[in-house]
């Protein structure tokens, strides 16, 4: 059966039809993983520097629209750790209102991204920095919990990295012991409570319990009550953000940034759950099912919203294998929202604190981060550079640097590939390797030049500074270019001056392995205004037989 790549696959599974047993499976996984979500969206809100409901519509309103109208089986949406940077910043710089709006404007971005079919593009992104960036973003979030971790009496944290550590030592002789111990707790149960059992996470367990220690000891600890106030039961009314051109203007570099991160973070974890699964997500329906998510995120004041990675794989690992199990987790966070939200405000700061903690350590991917460190100096580069650039500067900045440099490496990889090498006559202890038996001899005159690899303009002028550089002048130079795959614009000026180079000294130049392509690509680039029709042959035989048929007529001249 054929489907169109922006069919959600909520769609496709309806029609195939889910069977009582695997509806049950997803009604399971989307309990669990809704319970999972509950505690991650209350503290990626507060790290994020908005109120903690906010967290809970996201994770509600984007999460069952990424789910029913998605490309992926099983991605689980809401808000991630990824997003807390860049959130941050934009509530410091443009306010609460200012997210809502750049959210806005980002959803539409992504559907023009998905509607433009850069859902495969964005695949091309280099590992190194993605790992550098979310390392990066990994280290950040850490360090943004530092204040509540050790209940430190700070009542405004700078954002720059530096200043933030500077501000922190100076109070570190004002920590509060009791919020200490229970950030400590709640790491070492979110991180090892899987091993008395794999059905409740562990951040649950932890803010269970920390929850009924202060309530029932009046333990002396910040609490959502006391920072937030009350958490409202039920989703707010959906109001469309105030848009002019000035505001348009001043947010669309922290939308562009939104929609980029979205679009990244979401296909990243599409692709992992279709490696946990064997199955297929459709990427540009993905784009356009995040980018309506975050529409309707901000319509109802929530945050940006993508396709979380851990939360997917929760869905994976208990069973969860379509759209609904997404759907039913939304709606699991709804009734939670409902009925439970008055006891949210006794979960204290320093518990919320623990969980990002963890949340950061499984973010880092440390393991990755040291193989790479031991792979070739250009990915340790982008590694590196956009890891520091992520933690000192900004997020969107690493990103773009990250990128220019990985490109710069590519090209300097494939330059290196291109390789010119004179062909002797068989005898050569090469020849045969070379010749494949195609030719017995190369006539007196003549030079036979094969060229190997993308003649692109990382390589143009190299190929040819090694052509122009000849020891002898022939009358004939063959161009042998079977082996080359593609050549740009930059490259075929390079072959025009090089044969317009020769035709100065009365060296004919005959291009031969010409495939279509590339014959096509000269042909629109006048190559014939330097050269006859007669030399761009598409084999060595026949550029052979061109060659004696010249050295006749000029030997016949004479």
Known sequence: MKHNQFTPKLFSVLKEGITREQLIRDLVAGLIVGVVALPLAIAFAIASGVSPEKGLVTAIVAGAIISAFGGSRV???????????????????????????????????????????????????????????????????????????????????PADFVAKWVVYLQHMDEVNWISFVIALSTVLIGLYFHKVTGKVPGSLVAIILSTLAVSVFDLPV??????????????????????????????????????????????????????????????????????????????????????????????????????????????????????????????????????????????SEWHNFVSLLKSNKMDVAVLLVTFFLTVLLDLIVAIEVGMILAGFAFMKRMSDSVSVEKLETPGDENSEQLFEQELSTIPKG??????????????????????????????????????VPFIDATGIYRLKEIIRHFNQQNVTTILSGVNENIRNDLEKADIYSVMAPKNLLSHIDYAMARARELLGNSESTH
């Open 446 to 483: 003549v030079v036979l030049y094969e060229v190997k690899g993308a003649l692109f303009f990382g390589a143009a002028q190299q190929f040819q500074d090694t052509i122009r550089s000849l020891e002898q002048k022939p009358k004939i130079l063959i161009l042998r270019l079977r082996s």
């Open 75 to 157: 991605q689980i949406g809401g808000p991630t750790g990824a997003f807390i940077v860049i959130v941050y910043a934009i509530v410091q710089d443009h306010g609460v209102a200012g997210l809502t709006i750049a959210t806005f404007i980002a959803g539409f971005l992504i559907i023009i991204m998905g509607i433009a079919r850069m859902g495969n593009l964005l695949k091309y992104i280099p590992y190194p920095l993605i790992v550098g960036f979310t390392s990066g973003i990994a280290v950040i979030i850490f360090s943004s919990q530092i204040k509540d971790f050790f209940g430190l009496p700070i009542e405004s944290v």
């Open 222 to 363: 910040a609490t959502i009550g006391s920072v937030y106030g009350e958490i409202p039961r039920g989703l707010p009314a959906p109001a469309i953000p105030s848009l002019s051109y000035e505001t348009i203007k001043q947010l669309i570099q922290p939308a562009i940034a939104i929609a980029l991160l979205g679009g990244i973070e979401s296909l990243l974890s599409a692709v992992v759950a279709d490696g946990m699964t064997g199955s297929r997500h459709r990427s540009n329906a993905e784009l356009v099912a995040q980018g309506a998510a975050n529409i309707m995120s901000a319509l109802f004041g929530g945050i940006p919203a993508t396709g979380a990675i851990a939360r997917t794989a929760t869905n994976i690992r208990n069973g969860g294998r379509t759209p609904l199990a997404g759907i039913f987790h939304a709606l699991v966070l709804l009734l939670i929202m409902v009925s439970l939200a008055p006891y949210a405000r006794l979960i204290p700061m320093a518990c919320l604190a623990g969980i990002l903690v963890v949340v950061a350590y499984h973010m």
